[in-house]
Nanobody, 121 residues
Framework: HVQLVESGGGSVQAGGSLILSCAASGSIYGDACVGWLRQAPGKEREGVAAIGMDGRTSAADSVKGRFTISKDNAKNTLWLQMNDLRPDDTAMYFC????????????????WGQGTQVTVS
């Protein structure tokens, strides 16, 4: 059973940057779509960015040009570099792995981290 553990969240002022990390207990990043999803209070969980099994990256329009997803399969680590943060980026951020048909659809992910809070003021 693979476990995912996020870190790197926190509070930052608008325009600031954060880097989120997600460490996997097993070698899953080379055999699955891996992504970051977020959930703001009172809202549905939404896809932020993902790396498909073919290595291609996808990102939500709201974060394109500001957020960058990357991974190191050998280190079993996934990152999300977040720049130019805005108040509406405030949410709990989750890393996830699986084989979704749609990278942004939470239902396709089988493994989840516990989440890390990002607050932008």
């Amino acid at each position: 059973h693979v476990q995912l553990v996020e870190s790197g969240g926190g509070s930052v002022q608008a325009g600031g940057s954060l880097i989120l990390s997600c460490a996997a207990s097993g070698s899953i990043y080379g055999d699955a779509c891996v992504g970051w999803l977020r959930q703001a209070p009172g809202k549905e969980r939404e896809g932020v960015a993902a790396i498909g099994m073919d290595g291609r990256t996808s990102a939500a329009d709201s974060v394109k040009g500001r957020f960058t997803i990357s991974k190191d399969n050998a280190k079993n680590t996934l990152w999300l570099q977040m720049n130019d943060l805005r108040p509406d980026d405030t949410a709990m951020y989750f890393c996830a792995a699986g084989r979704p048909r749609d990278w942004a659809d939470e239902r396709g992910y089988n493994f989840w981290g516990q989440g890390t809070q990002v607050t932008v003021s």
